[in-house]
């Protein structure tokens, strides 16, 4: 699997959880991501069979209120 097109993001303040993001296209496509954790641990996140603009039910989305939550109208 080849991706062509990758671009990586350095931390360069001290003390943060993340050393490094790596995202991959394929084409327009989103490919890969890779974290680098501050301990040097690696993530590697892969995306294959993506579907883009496909249409979505309404019913697939709730919002409930938080119990608690300030609601403000407009």
């Not at 993001?21 to 301990?39: N, P, S």
């Not at 579907?51 to 608690?68: D, E």
């Amino acid at each position: 699997e080849t991706i062509l097109t990758a671009a990586k993001s350095i931390t360069r303040a001290d003390g943060g959880t993340l050393q490094s993001v790596r995202v991959g296209f394929r084409g327009k496509e989103l490919a890969a991501i890779e974290i680098r954790d501050a301990f040097g641990q690696t993530s590697l996140l892969r995306f294959g069979k993506m579907a883009t603009n496909q249409p979505i039910a309404a019913s697939h989305f709730q919002f409930a209120i938080p119990p608690g939550a300030d609601v403000i109208e407009q």
